[in-house]
Nanobody, 115 residues
């Protein structure tokens, strides 16, 4: 069973930055896309940003220009650089890797933006 390990969450002041990282417990082959989703209290999980195997990216309108999704050189890790954070970015952030062989999710990492 592949597990995704997320790191980098925490408490940050408005306007600050955080970088989230996600790596699988073993190599995943035939990846279609990798990305990040988030879920705030009382809300549904929503897409934040994704990157396909070809490098195409997609962002939620609310994070465009502030967040950047990227892949590691090994191809199996995914990062989310978050700048100019706002209180409304507060949520549990989940890593996702979609491959030919399955859809994998991390356990989530808390990001709290507050002064």
């Amino acid at each position: 069973q592949v597990q995704l390990a997320e790191s980098g969450g925490g408490l940050v002041q408005p306007g600050g930055s955080l970088t989230l990282s996600c790596a699988p417990s073993r190599v995943i082959f035939s990846i279609n896309a990798m990305g990040w989703y988030r879920q705030a209290p009382g809300k549904q999980r929503e897409l934040v940003a994704t990157i396909t195997n070809s490098g195409s990216t997609n962002y939620a309108d609310s994070v465009k220009g502030r967040f950047t999704v990227s892949r590691g050189t090994a191809g199996n890790t995914v990062f989310l650089q978050m700048n100019s954070l706002k209180p409304e970015d507060t949520a549990v952030y989940y890593c996702n890797i979609n491959s030919k062989y399955g859809d994998y999710w991390g356990q989530g990492t808390q990001v709290t933006v507050s002064s």
